[in-house]
C-alpha cells in the first residue's frame, strides 16, 4: 500500500535574509578565542598561496603561462615610431 502513504513535509529551515552585525561580530569573537585555544586551525593564508594552480589544471592555461614574450623597451620604442609615421602620413599624405 505504498501508493497511498503521505510523505513526511520537509522540515522549515528559517535563512535570514538579513545579517545581524551584533551576532557577526559575537561570531568572530568566538572563532578568534577558540584559534587561539587551539580548537581551531589558523587561517593564515598567504597572499601569494593560490597563484599558479589554476594554470596547472588546464592545458591552454598552461601553455599560455609557458609562452616567453615580453615587450622591451626597444621594440616599444620602434613601435612608437613606427605608429607615429603612419599617423604622419595619414594626416599629410606623404612622409
Known sequence: MGMFQTREPRKYRRISMYTSERQDKLDKLVRDVKREMGELPS???EPDHFK????????????????????????????????????????????
Do not use: C, E
Open 52 to 95: 599558479g594552480k589554476f594554470s596547472k589544471f588546464t592545458p591552454r592555461a598552461h601553455r599560455a603561462s609557458q609562452r616567453d614574450f615580453k615587450l622591451t623597451w626597444p621594440l616599444a620604442l620602434i613601435i612608437v615610431m613606427v605608429l607615429v609615421l603612419l599617423w604622419r602620413y595619414i594626416l599629410m599624405g606623404r612622409l
Open 43 to 45: 587561517t593564515d593564508i
